[in-house]
């Protein structure tokens, strides 16, 4: 096997160790040894690595690639993964995993009303989440991935998308899929109960695949009900900070099943919502302090991708598509969403449109809803009900006012900075449309923005979570630092240059700056910071 020698870098192993000088020796898909200085060993390749840290390939743990995945062109929409130095993906968020699927879900998924995740149309020829992982492997994924069940996909494969609750047969049957989604290779059980069908599920049910997932050893990931003061899965009736109750409510879940939790992507809709941050935080302390396993992540940007549906009242989404044409129901969600807005401190000028979902309106991709009303001639709420109806939901925005906003971004940096932290894209990977940033350039702004610039925590500490604890958090054995017998995923990058190239206007983001190589199980996947055209060499894991 090939042997590829890494010299005269400066090294961060990923276990939080101080950074040190030395050489990498790879051997095959395995790193053979970590040598500090002192005689170089022959090898078949040599990389000059002065005046760049070596460290672990970096693990984006809250992903939705594996939407994208199975198509046999995927490259094209993910190459931005390795090229900002992410080597593994973490699947299945936000309770929307492409398997296992039924009859029942295969139909959704090939209707209009289902293309969030995947701007290209896929066959589904998979039913189990086994052979959902066998196609992957046969598109050869270009980053290692692991792959989360999800609560809804589980739970659609059952009910209808608007249905209230799950009869006992309906609800057994998604407990036996999800255990043997288990035994198949799922890493960990992912909700989504801020959207539906998650929103309707009642405390019963979200305890009962708890406890399936404790039973086998297995973290969830939690997009809680309500991310603002002010959210539409909790009656507008119900005026304490509608997100510190989705915390206090999924934090009791979890001290009653036993379960280890992960808060999917901490943040703080709308401006009016900021200050409940600190609350939230002292309230995960708490658990911990009391022995919960809880850990949470984020992103390094103050806005995130979402569908247009996504702050319509649940209300009004149960009655679609009759609402749209209803005059009552428009009144009534004008008028809630005037109050609701002005209650979470956010406008219609925070949205914008990463794909439209509709082909004639492509050009308005990236975007603002009141640029795109005042095109129309319509009120922004006009605009809003007509993408939506349009689109059948699917229209994809960037929502700014996330943690905050340029020029006030303290909680942000409150929460990226804290230790219980662990760091995701949260993007939305595809084909076309208006990319998110986070998508480009989330791991090289961390290092570049938060470490060198503003030193918020030390690079060290910054790797250690995007590598070794990370994969922890899943149960990932053989990744996520740099020590003999681990296998070979690294980053070489410049410490002075990382960072990301950010959107203008309305002009997407470019490839991140600082990164010369990114090697994947040996291979190397990018050179000179841009991705190897058709190199593959991503392994699927089934942990």
């Known amino acids: 096997m090939k042997t590829l020698l890494l010299k005269n870098g400066r090294i961060i192993d990923g276990t939080g160790k101080k950074i040190f000088s030395g050489h990498v020796l790879l051997h095959g898909t395995q790193i053979k040894s970590i040598l500090e200085n002192g005689h170089l060993p022959e090898a078949d390749e040599v990389i000059d690595a002065t005046g760049k840290v070596i460290a672990p390939g970096f693990i984006d743990m809250h992903s939705h690639s594996d939407w994208v995945l199975p198509c046999e062109d995927h490259d094209l929409a993910t190459k931005c993964l390795p090229e900002q130095g992410i080597t593994t993906i973490i699947g299945g968020n936000c309770g929307f995993s492409p398997a296992p699927i039924t009859e029942n879900m295969r139909q959704l998924l090939n209707s209009s009303h289902f293309t969030l995740m ?3 149309p896929l066959d589904y020829g998979w039913n189990s989440f086994s052979e959902y992982l066998n196609q992957v492997e046969k598109a050869r994924p270009i980053v290692n991935t692991a792959h989360q069940v999800g609560h809804a996909s589980l739970r659609l494969g059952q009910a209808e998308l608007h249905q209230k609750s799950l009869s006992k047969d309906q609800l057994n049957e ?3 899929s999800l255990a043997q989604s288990f035994e198949q290779g799922a890493c960990a059980l992912s909700f989504g109960l801020g959207y539906e069908p998650g929103m309707y599920s009642s405390m019963n049910e979200l305890e009962a695949f708890c406890r399936a997932a404790a039973s086998a050893d297995k973290p ?12 539409p ?9 509608h997100n510190i109750r989705a915390l206090t409510e999924i934090i009791q879940i979890a001290r009653n099943t036993g379960v280890r939790l992960q808060l999917s992507h901490l943040i ?4 009016n919502t900021w200050s409940t941050a600190d609350s939230c935080i002292q309230i995960i302390e708490n658990e911990k302090a009391r022995g919960m396993d809880i850990r949470f992540d984020a992103f390094p940007y103050t806005f995130g991708n979402t569908t247009i549906n996504a702050f319509l009242p649940s209300w009004f989404l149960s009655k679609l598509p009759n609402a749209y044409q209803n005059r009552w129901n428009r ?21 914008q449109i990463m794909d439209a979902g509709v082909e004639k309106w492509q050009e308005l991709n990236g975007y603002r809803i009141i640029d795109i009303a005042r095109k129309w001639g319509l009120s922004p709420f006009e605009t809003v009900l007509k993408l939506s109806q349009e689109s059948n939901g699917q229209t994809v925005v960037l929502f700014h006012s996330y943690s905050g906003e340029p020029g006030q971004e303290t909680v942000l940096e409150n929460v990226l900075k804290h230790d219980l932290c662990l760091f995701e894209t949260d993007a939305l990977t595809r084909f076309g449309g208006y990319p998110n940033p986070a998508g480009l350039g989330t791991f090289p702004r961390i290092l570049g923005e938060y470490v060198r610039k503003r030193k918020l925590f030390s690079m060290e500490n910054a790797i250690q979570r ?9 149960g990932i054995q053989d990744r996520g630092v740099l020590s003999a017998g681990k296998k070979a995923d690294l980053v070489i990058f410049d410490p002075t240059t990382i960072d990301e190239t950010p959107a203008e206007d309305h002009n997407p983001a470019g490839r991140p700056k600082g990164i010369t190589h990114v090697i994947i199980n040996g ?15 991503g392994e699927v894991l089934r942990c």
Do not use: W
Request: charged residues 20%; proline residues 4%; positive net charge.
């Open 118 to 120: 995947n701007d290209r």
């Open 174 to 176: 998604c407990l036996k």
């Open 220 to 231: 969830v990931t939690v997009h809680m009900k309500a991310l603002s003061r002010i959210s």
């Open 233 to 241: 899965t909790y009656p507008p009736t119900y005026l304490k900070p």
């Open 268 to 271: 703080f809709v709308g401006r």
């Open 331 to 351: 009144i009534l969600l004008r008028a809630e969403l005037l109050l609701g807005f002005k209650l979470v401190g956010f406008s219609y000028q925070d949205f």
């Open 466 to 474: 995007m590598t070794s604890a990370s994969a922890e958090r899943f």
């Open 523 to 537: 291979i190397q996947v990018v050179k000179n910071g841009e991705y190897q055209k058709n190199v593959r060499a």
